[in-house]
């Protein structure tokens, strides 16, 4: 999400800047911008929508003829995609310019404390503070400069900046956000990725977390968090452009898996202030969540399986009736909707027509409707009454991963905050829970530590003509996304069954040599989820089971067993989607799929 550039040299920056955006484009954005180091000052030029609005706007670059600069193509975080929120960001007297990428989670605090001492803003966004509070520290130096503001900042950034004062450099930083300085022969670059100046440049640094780099046309310096110089190594990138724009992964999709993570901790953390829930949603107080008398939850595709999970958790904890629809199916189903209902509107794109169509439709009964969307600025975060986005960042890959596990943060977040203010969830919980939360990304990253199992059984499996995915209660809603996960990208056929299903038909589809794959991800249901694969078993299938390590009697019963690392009942669905994506991914590319664009299928699903 967002690109960032920064070049300095002999050449004019402008085209080289405008020329390394466009290999970033990859990562999605709505709005571009470009500033430039000009004999009178620096000047900003901004546009919202493609690159191709600021080549204009810039006449290719020839109306920026300096030597020095930085650019920026953002994707909307805080505050819509426009002019005036796109980078780069002056601070108020302009003797700082910066683009960022990342969220800067106390930015409201930081921007009260600068707004005191006489600072104005111009946008919506986080990053303005950014450039501010640079300004605010600084006095002449600018690598003390932005090493004092980063003391401040609470997230994650990547940041280059330019001074007024210094013509000669830029000065680059990051935290839990790429950022790769290019070193050339008498010109450097910073960029969010190594594409954007591969045409320039093989040989990188890598810049650590939490260093200062101050980078001119003739040399480059590092600076650790404490202010000592600390040198640095060179690497040359033998990789071709289009491996580098997907991060060295061979596909978007698999990117995006290895992606979560972050996307979970983006989503999480900073919604987690001092040990306190906090979803900023307006108008959602307790007297209206009080009246509540039945939530709906609507959406399509994955985004329909998320609400299935998250119904399961709003009964347990709300004590509220939630009922899950299609929003396909929310408009023919005559809803009983009214003033008293929640109406959750769950999409990745925010553009899904029959999502769309369903919100409308909610509204016009007089529903209070929430959106759950990942698309800042989309048609449903717009219409809907509040928007919770999903910081998942751009998802590319047709078949949804990441964008997947955020919603379901969201609605564990927003679960337990209702949950607090109708005073339904003890104290002791509310914390045990938020703990392990907070522990999710770290768990989600031990189990993608290692997928060698999970492809061994991908070659066992990529031959076959049917699979068949099986679970109880929220194993169900998970059988449904492995199916379709697996479905949409390999082209295999599979269902998906709850397992107490199976006797009342599906059984007669099993025969030997059937795969059926068991979700055995809860301990209540345990029992009953043996003997669903003893019953399949007799009939002659081959099962793989899911569940986490040391899970008793599983490896007697099933052929295979994929295993979660050791986790809390509440995370579980978070957790046992990834091996289920995994599996899908290397079906597909064994049998030579194109994984990231299935045939047939659109990211954004506009019509109805
Ligand atoms: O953008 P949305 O979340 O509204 O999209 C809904 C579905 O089209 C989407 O989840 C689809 O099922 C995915 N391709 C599944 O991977």
Same mark, same amino acid.
Request: net charge negative; proline share 1%.
């Given at each position: 999400m967002c690109g960032i550039v920064g070049y300095t040299g002999a050449r004019q920056a402008s085209e080289v800047i405008l020329d390394a955006l466009e290999h970033l484009e990859y990562r999605g954005y709505d709005s571009s911008g470009i500033a430039i180091h000009e004999a009178d000052g620096i000047h900003v030029e901004k546009a919202r929508g493609r690159l191709q609005v600021l080549r204009e706007r810039t006449d290719n670059g020839a109306k920026l003829p300096g030597n020095v600069g930085i650019g920026h193509t953002r994707w909307a975080t805080h505050g819509e995609p426009s002019d005036r929120n796109a980078h780069p960001h002056a601070s108020a007297g302009s003797r700082v310019v910066i683009v960022h990428n990342g969220i800067i989670e106390n930015y409201l605090p930081l921007q009260e404390f600068l707004a005191a001492q006489g600072y104005t803003f111009h946008s919506q966004t986080d990053s303005e503070v950014v450039a501010n509070l640079i300004d605010y520290h600084y006095h002449g130096d600018p690598v003390e400069a932005v090493r004092a503001a980063l003391v401040q900042i609470k997230g994650s950034y990547a940041l280059g900046v330019l001074f007024t004062d210094h013509p000669d450099l830029i000065v680059a930083a990051r935290k839990n956000s790429p950022l790769v300085i290019g070193l050339g022969e008498g010109e450097n670059y910073i960029a969010s990725d190594i594409p954007a100046f591969l045409k320039y440049t093989r040989r990188i640094v890598r810049l650590r977390e939490l260093d200062v780099a101050v980078v001119r046309a003739n040399g480059l310096e590092i600076y650790d968090p404490f202010g000592n110089p600390v040198p640095y190594t060179e690497e040359h990138v033998e990789w071709d452009v289009s491996a580098a724009e997907k991060g060295g992964y061979e596909h978007f999709m698999l990117k995006e898996i290895y992606e979560q993570p972050r996307a979970i901790r983006d989503t999480i953390s900073p919604r987690v202030v001092e040990g306190k829930i906090e979803l900023g949603l307006q108008s959602l107080d307790e007297a209206r969540i009080r009246s509540l008398k039945q939530i709906y939850i609507t959406a399509c595709g994955s985004s329909y399986h998320v609400g299935m999970v998250g119904r399961v958790f709003m009964e347990r904890l709300l004590h509220i009736p939630v009922r899950v629809e299609l929003a396909s199916e929310f408009r023919y189903e005559n809803p009983l909707v009214d003033a008293d209902t929640l109406v959750l509107v769950i999409s990745q794109s925010g553009e899904t027509a029959d999502t769309l169509a369903a919100l409308r439709e909610a509204k016009r009964l007089g529903a209070y409707t929430i959106g759950i969307v990942n698309v800042v600025g989309s048609a449903i975060a717009t219409e809907a009454d509040e928007v919770l986005y999903t910081w998942a960042g751009p998802e590319i890959a047709v078949a949804t991963t990441?964008?997947?596990?955020?919603? @379901? +943060?969201?609605?564990?977040?927003?679960?337990? +905050?209702? !949950?607090?203010?109708? %005073?339904?969830?003890?104290?002791?919980?509310? !914390?045990?829970?938020? =703990? =392990?939360? !907070? =522990?999710?990304?770290?768990?989600?990253?031990?189990?993608? =530590?290692?997928? +060698?199992?999970?492809?061994? @059984? !991908?070659?066992?499996?990529?031959?076959?003509?049917?699979?068949?995915?099986? %679970?109880?209660?929220?194993?169900?809603? /998970?059988?449904?996304? %492995? +199916? /379709?996960? /697996?479905?949409e990208i390999s082209y295999i056929h599979s269902e998906s069954y709850a397992a107490g299903e199976l006797k009342h038909g599906t059984i007669s589809l099993i025969q030997p040599g059937s795969l059926v794959i068991a979700l055995c991800t809860q301990k209540r249901l345990l029992e009953r989820m043996i003997s669903d694969i003893r019953t399949v078993k007799a009939r002659g299938a081959m099962v793989i089971a899911l569940a986490e390590e040391n899970t008793p009697f599983i490896q007697d019963v099933a052929d295979h067993v994929i295993t979660l690392p050791a986790h809390a009942d509440f995370v579980a669905p978070s957790l046992s989607v990834i091996p289920l994506q995994l599996f899908a991914y290397y079906v597909a590319a064994l049998k030579g799929c194109d994984i990231d664009k299935p045939r047939n299928l659109a990211k954004s699903v506009t019509v109805e």
């Open positions: 990441k964008a997947y596990n955020t919603q @379901l +943060s969201v609605l564990y977040l927003m679960t337990m +905050s209702l !949950a607090r203010m109708l %005073g339904r969830m003890e104290d002791t919980t509310y !914390a045990e829970y938020l =703990q =392990q939360l !907070a =522990q999710l990304p770290d768990l989600c990253e031990k189990l993608l =530590q290692d997928t +060698s199992h999970i492809q061994y @059984l !991908a070659s066992l499996c990529f031959a076959k003509d049917d699979i068949f995915f099986i %679970g109880r209660n929220l194993d169900y809603a /998970l059988a449904l996304e %492995g +199916s /379709l996960k /697996l479905k």
